[in-house]
């Protein structure tokens, strides 16, 4: 079965950084790879996600980048602000309802 | 627009006791459904997922069982709970097109659970 890896599991910037969280999977049919943000006490909520035809995507300061040849992906964050201080997971699917998740990786955004 | 309700929030519960937790969903038809448990600090752990009513799938075998007896309907049950059930819960739905395309999952609030 797939096995996602995220690294690192903390990860501390000042206000305005940039923050990179990276993820790397095993299984190659996996084509669909969503990021989210869980805040303290709440359920996890969908970022950004990228489908396997595509190299990058980007929402505003966010974006993602995937290089399926090597197998990993990762979620850029520019611009930190506090607000953005979180556990984001990272995941990986081939068919809907084997998604796998990442260990996990909390964001400290400092003023 | 699609909602996902899940209750209660917070639950303490002695050692031995039963458990229900209940998860619906709204807006949708033939969604796949999913419970995860999170440990404090620790990622997220499929417990069972189904693509249509009474169809169940378990990723681990535990004190613990689901079921689905309508559509938009999931429910998580244990007979007697033990230390070792307590974390957060929860659920979680896809759109459920075949099985052939990929679609984020959508999770509930989730219910902290306490077992003393």
Known sequence: ?111 | SQTIHQWPATLVQPVGSPLSLECTVEGTSNPNLYWYRQAAGRGLQLLFYSVGIGQISSEVPQNLSASRPQDRQFILSSKKLLLSDSGFYLCAWSQGVGGKTNYGYTFGSGTRLTVV
């Open chain 1, 1 to 111: 079965g797939e096995n996602v890896e995220q690294h690192p599991s903390t990860l501390s910037v000042q206000e305005g950084d940039s923050a990179v969280i990276k993820c790397t999977y095993s299984d190659s049919a996996s084509n669909y790879f969503p990021w989210y943000k869980q805040e303290l006490g709440k359920g996890p909520q969908l970022i950004i996600d990228i489908r396997s035809n595509v190299g990058e995507k980007k929402d505003q300061r966010i974006a993602v980048t995937l290089n399926k040849t090597a197998k990993h992906f990762s979620l850029h964050i520019t611009e930190t602000q506090p607000e953005d201080s979180a556990v984001y997971f990272c995941a990986a699917s081939s068919r809907g309802h084997d998604m796998r998740f990442g260990a996990g990786t909390r964001l400290t955004v400092k003023p």
